[in-house]
């Protein structure tokens, strides 16, 4: 490849495994391999990414993820996407399930390889202030 279109690699994941919700994509879009560093946390290989995802999810009710912005760096191995999740607590980040409103922002840095394989995802997220507004009497 001279010069990818990343953005499409990336928008394809955002669409197939985070809006439609589906952990199961996960196995087409990314390297065996895979990483992805959330949180400073590294969550390392293909199906310990598909557990997270899954587990995610799930924390979530009426989840949603919305792209705000995507661009790529000149050679195409590197995406940067700011996106915003909301949805209502379904024991998001070990919180009571409480059904408050979640409203989440993060910028994501992703690793696609020559292949369009996703290799790694660098993520900060607005997770710290999610969790303070889920500590409140009632969430």
Same mark, same amino acid.
């Given at each position: 490849?001279?010069? +990818? ?76 996407? +700011? ?14 399930? *409480? ?13 696609? +390889? ?10 900060? +997220? ?12 009632? *969430?």
């Amino acid at each position: 490849m001279d010069k +990818r279109n990343s953005i499409e690699v990336v928008d394809n994941f955002w669409r197939q495994v985070w809006q439609s919700r589906n952990p199961d994509a996960v196995d087409e879009l990314v390297a065996e391999d895979f990483g992805i560093t959330s949180g400073g946390v590294l969550i390392s290989s293909r199906a310990e990414f598909k557990k997270w995802v899954a587990a995610f999810l799930a924390s979530i009710d009426d989840f949603g993820f919305e792209v705000i912005e995507t661009f790529q760096n000149a050679t195409g191995d590197r995406v940067v996407s +700011r996106w915003r999740v909301t949805g209502k607590n379904n024991g998001f980040m070990g919180s009571d399930p *409480c059904g408050s409103p979640i409203e989440m922002t993060g910028t994501a840095i992703l690793h696609v +390889r020559d292949d369009g394989l996703l290799q790694h995802n660098w993520v900060e +997220r607005s997770a710290l202030e999610v969790h303070r507004s889920l500590k409140r009497p009632n *969430c």
